[in-house]
């Protein structure tokens, strides 16, 4: 066992310190007593500002943005349009790769834990609408070990562009359409499907077989996967940044 001392967990852990003396009730010891409720307070701040936050994201740009398919549906007829419409299906296309919908009353196999998502509404610079259906990351439990994707260093890219330039090297972009659905999903997860994903399938178990936007591991798989892609390309990492 190794002890930690308070001061250190008061400054890495406010919230939960304050909530474990709350709950066993030494809040009102010396160590706790003014501190407790200020934490406490600052939380209850925080959140209630980032809920405003939330509840006032209804336009962008100018342009109203749906909560839902309905209200997208009502926002296409009152435009006279089918901008938000074909925004949805688009996605529902994309996303299909996904999913492995099983037959009528088939359960998930065991060991296959049940997750939900929801779809994400948002508009691009250009007014295009967009619509992303999204896992409730928020809601599984952490995976063991690392959950992050690392990122090129700006130092190794500015290296990479000098190095070119000093070797008349020509230097190309690519782009990765839905790049999080190309990989494959590192854990065993399902839904229900529900009206807002597959209006034919509802009810229907299906199995997600692809690393989804929203997801806990949904990076660290991307990257696992497009690093083995490049190794089947014959390109190698530099040992001085593992992103090169």
Known sequence: ETWIPLKDLKESNPVEVAEFAKARGIDNQPTFAWWVPYTLRKRDVILSKVKALLRKTTHKYGIEIPNGVDHAEELDKANGNHLWRNAYEKEMTNVGVAFEVL?????????????????????????????????????????????YASVVLRESVRIAFTYAALNNIDIFAADIRNA?????????????????????????????????????TTGRDFRKHLRACMRHLDFF?????LDI
């Not at 049940?114 to 948002?122: A, P, Q």
């Open 180 to 216: 999080y659905l190309q990989a494959p999903s590192s854990r065993k997860d399902y839904i229900v499907c529900c009206p807002e994903l597959s209006l034919e399938n509802v009810g229907k178990v299906a199995l997600i077989h692809r690393a989804l936007y929203g997801g806990k």
């Open 103 to 147: 037959a009528e009353g088939e359960k998930a196999p065991v060991g296959w834990k049940r997750v939900t998502g929801h779809l994400v509404w948002d508009l691009k610079m250009d007014f295009t609408r967009k619509a992303r259906w999204v896992l409730d990351g928020h809601k599984t439990p952490d995976p063991l070990g690392s959950k």
């Open 237 to 241: 990492s530099c040992p001085a940044d």
